[in-house]
């Protein structure tokens, strides 16, 4: 029962150390993500036509949609 009992605490006390740091960590402005083959055509498809990167359209539908959701709240 007693080890159970330690392995819980380290496992909680592992979860706050990592929360913590998590809240100091500093962003790079990378992302590495990983979508449905006929998603990332159909954005590609869109950028090309809208003549911009496809990050740019990314960063662009990604702002849209965070300010929309922040408006909501």
């Not at 100091?24 to 990167?53: D, T």
């Amino acid at each position: 029962m007693a080890l159970v009992q330690r392995r819980r605490f380290r496992a909680q006390k592992r979860n706050l150390i990592l929360a913590i740091g998590a809240m100091k960590k500093e962003y790079s402005g990378k992302l590495l993500l990983r979508l449905p083959k006929s998603l990332h055509k159909a954005l590609a498809e869109e950028a090309e036509k809208e003549g911009v990167s496809l990050n740019q359209l990314i960063m662009c539908k990604l702002g849209v949609l965070l300010r929309k959701a922040t408006k909501d709240k």
